[in-house]
């Protein structure tokens, strides 16, 4: 009898938590609970604690929202026209529906988002991305990069072992 109860309680407790949405989850559309477009009521709404703040951009000023979702995790808000236009976030505890997290290298990214696309340029300043989908992508540290990563030659050394720094969302559509 005590195996048998054992054995419903596991069976239950699998169930519960195979059910259960991970309130960390990165999307294409939100990060956690925070989703692109959002207005600043809505967020407030969410009862998280969170910094606002004023912040210079290329187009003027803008609000920028810090919050913590949780267990010191942190999401940023970017909002322009009162609507958050972009989301980011440098904490790995939270990860896509494939498993993919902040820190993790190209090359695990890569072998979970094979279709991914790598952007290395220079407009507006360095960057260094792979675009898992529409307006979401995985950021990396440019600070490192030799300044040929970002000229035309491509002559890059190989950064398949570069770590993520960032999960990043961007509204495109604004």
């Known amino acids: 009898m005590r195996a048998l109860t054992l054995v419903l ?17 990165l999307t294409p559309t939100h990060i956690g609970p925070v989703r692109l477009g959002m207005s600043e009521p809505e967020i407030g709404a969410l009862g998280l604690r969170f910094r606002r703040e004023m912040a210079e951009g290329e187009g ?3 609000i920028r929202i810090v919050l913590d979702i949780g267990d010191e995790l942190l999401v940023v808000a970017d909002l322009y026209d009162g609507h958050a236009d972009s989301l980011e976030t440098a904490s790995q505890e939270m990860t896509t529906e494939r498993g993919a997290h902040v820190g993790m290298t190209l090359a695990q990214l890569r072998q979970l988002y094979p279709d991914a696309r790598v952007n290395i340029g220079n407009t507006e300043g360095h960057y ?6 529409d307006g979401a992508f995985f950021e990396f540290d440019t600070s490192r990069l030799p300044e040929s990563c970002f000229e035309h030659s491509g002559d890059c050394p190989d950064l398949s072992h570069w770590p993520s720094v960032k999960y990043f969302l961007r509204d495109y559509s604004r």
Not at 128 to 133: G, M, P, V
């Open 9 to 25: 309680c596991l069976a239950v407790a699998c169930c519960t938590t195979v059910g259960k949405q991970n309130p960390y989850q």
């Open 60 to 62: 003027g000023e803008f």
């Open 128 to 133: 260094f991305n792979l675009r898992i989908a």
